[in-house]
């Protein structure tokens, strides 16, 4: 007995780590697990909206029929994925960590252990987000931010930077906050509102996240 306030709505959601490819046994990764993202899909979902959740490498799974999942590895396999579909998407949600950068060349074979030291060159991954910020017309536009220190003021700072309806901050500073964990805590920042919410489960969190977006896009 869910309600069913975002049937005939499409929610494209971002989730899980990136791996970029060193060589073809090793790349450059980080520590997200896909929780964050695919309870956001299960929620939304939950609630009559479409969904379409692009996951980088994630032990996560969805049997949910009204989730069309779209496994990807590396950050430009992600843009080209997301773009596919954002065009008509009601609203987006970028809870992924994508790779900043990634190797400049790919190796063709395992790199040899020679040297001492080993320098690999990296090149800046496209920002999925931000030029979903550039591309948007219709769209009600979610983004994370995973920060360490001066947390509030670098969310506010992506929320303009990236043309953001909301952002939602997470710190690696709050215990239970983050990667990996099954809890979260996070603040939802807008450009007037900042508002707090406790350490819960990450389905809990999704619940807190589809409130709010509901309560800004429903009238
Ligand atoms: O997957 P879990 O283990 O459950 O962990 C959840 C989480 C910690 C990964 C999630 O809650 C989270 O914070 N996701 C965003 C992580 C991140 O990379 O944040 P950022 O501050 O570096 O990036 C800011 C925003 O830009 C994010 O919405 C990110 O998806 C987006 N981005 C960043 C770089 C890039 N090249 N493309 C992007 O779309």
């Known amino acids: ?13 971002t989730a899980g780590p990136t791996y970029e490819a060193i060589d073809p046994v090793r790349y450059i990764g980080n520590h997200s697990s896909g929780k964050m ?7 939304a979902a939950k609630r009559g909206a479409k969904v379409i959740l692009v996951s980088g490498p994630s032990s996560q799974k969805t049997s949910n029929p009204e989730i069309a999942l779209h496994r990807v590895t590396s950050a430009k396999e992600m843009f080209d994925e997301v773009f596919k579909h954002y065009e008509n998407v009601d609203i987006a949600i970028a809870s992924a960590a994508v790779a900043d950068y990634a190797p400049k060349e790919v190796a063709s074979e395992k790199i040899k252990k020679n040297d001492d030291t080993l320098v690999i060159e990296l090149v800046k991954n496209p920002d999925i987000l931000k030029t979903m910020g550039e591309r948007k017309h219709r769209q009600f536009l979610v983004g994370f931010a995973l920060e360490t220190q001066n947390e509030e003021e670098n969310a506010k700072g992506k929320l303009e930077k990236k043309n953001l309806d909301m952002i939602v901050l997470n710190s690696l500073r709050d215990e239970g906050a983050g990667f990996k964990n099954d809890t979260n805590k996070i603040h939802i920042i807008t450009m007037h509102e900042n508002r707090e919410f406790a350490l ?5 969190v999704a619940k807190d996240i589809m409130n709010f977006i509901e309560e800004k896009t429903l009238k």
């Open 37 to 43: 993202g695919f309870s956001l899909a299960e929620e």
């Open 200 to 204: 819960k489960s990450k389905d809990d």
């Open 1 to 13: 007995n869910y309600s069913q306030n975002l049937k005939g709505k499409t929610v494209l959601i």
